[in-house]
């Protein structure tokens, strides 16, 4: 197959572009700077110049390829209080994708988050339109996106979402467990809130990009499925390996003093959401071969020298 990636050379999407070229695919990368064009080149990928914004760029690239694969997003722009924004280029971007595609029975894979999927309780692939306005639900401005990605079956494009853990761990991450890092840095104490019995989903990144590839070949229209390969791990299990590593005391920061603590990271500390991947292991045979999170973090590369976050 001749596929076209969008955040090819982001976190998720430079396991992705090995995963796909050892199994004999072509990849087609997006590529807004000179450095990850240089990068998907090295990896043995085409590349297409441009941004999300580039929407007859992108309609042409999807047009030409056998399947796409949507891992990009406008972090930078949501990150600076462009949240809405980041929001609806996303959705111009799938539907432009969509658009494309529709009539050929072709693949597109979109990237979504479990954070948000179930509050309260364990979330399955069979909870397609969670509720939007529950008060607090820090994925509520993404399920529109995963709502418009599924809908696209009914116009024969072979559509699914990969919701991905909130923790995509391994080497080199720079995600919410490099900060927690920092966090216990800067503060001398490894901190977890309450009594540290939320649950976070997490998956290892060379996972996760297996479990993208196998969507792309395979996935049937409409599918929902999850990267998650631990269900879902206590925030105090996590602040406990730190606090071992960094010698430091590990402690509890109360609900009150948690902004102070950890920043805006603190409302997603707070959210207890597990996520089950049963159906999803089942329907396309995905098994998890790396560590989980505990043991990714006990191996020590996330210590090795101060994150930046």
Do not use: C
């Amino acid at each position: 197959m001749r596929v076209f990636v969008t955040g090819a050379s982001g976190w998720i999407g430079s396991a992705v572009v090995p995963e796909l070229i050892g199994a004999s695919h072509q990849v087609v990368g997006l590529a807004r700077s000179d450095a990850s064009a240089a990068a998907l080149t090295a990896a043995g990928a085409e590349v297409q110049r441009g941004t999300l914004d580039d929407l007859d760029s992108l309609r042409g690239a999807a047009a030409a390829s056998d399947g796409v694969i949507h891992l990009a997003f406008k972090h930078d722009v949501a990150f600076s209080g462009g949240f809405e924004e980041a929001i609806e280029a996303d959705r111009l971007v799938v539907e432009t994708f969509g658009d494309a595609l529709a009539g050929s029975g072709r693949p597109l894979v979109v990237a979504a988050g479990t954070l948000g999927l179930a509050p309260g309780r364990v979330g399955t692939e069979e909870d397609r339109v969670p509720d939007v306005q529950t008060p607090g639900n820090p994925g509520a401005g993404r399920h529109a996106i995963t709502q418009l990605t599924l809908s696209l079956a009914s116009r024969d494009v072979r559509s699914s979402i990969v919701r991905f853990a909130p923790t995509v761990h391994g080497e080199g991450d720079r995600g919410f467990i490099a900060m927690l890092v920092d966090i216990a840095r800067t503060r001398g104490v490894s901190g977890y809130i309450g009594d540290g019995s939320h649950r976070w989903p997490a998956v290892h990144r060379f996972d996760a990009a297996h479990l993208i590839r196998l969507a792309v070949e395979k996935a049937p229209a409409g599918s929902a499925l999850h990267a998650t390969a631990d269900d879902g791990v206590q925030i105090r299990a996590v602040a406990e390996v730190i606090g071992r590593h960094l010698d430091l005391p590990v402690v509890s920061v109360s609900p009150e003093e948690s902004a102070e603590h950890f920043g805006w990271l603190a409302g997603t500390l707070a959210f207890d959401g597990p996520v089950s991947s049963v159906l999803t292991r089942e329907l396309l045979g995905w098994q998890p071969t790396h560590p989980g999170l505990i043991d990714d973090l006990d191996k020590g590369h996330y210590f090795r020298t101060p994150t930046t976050g």
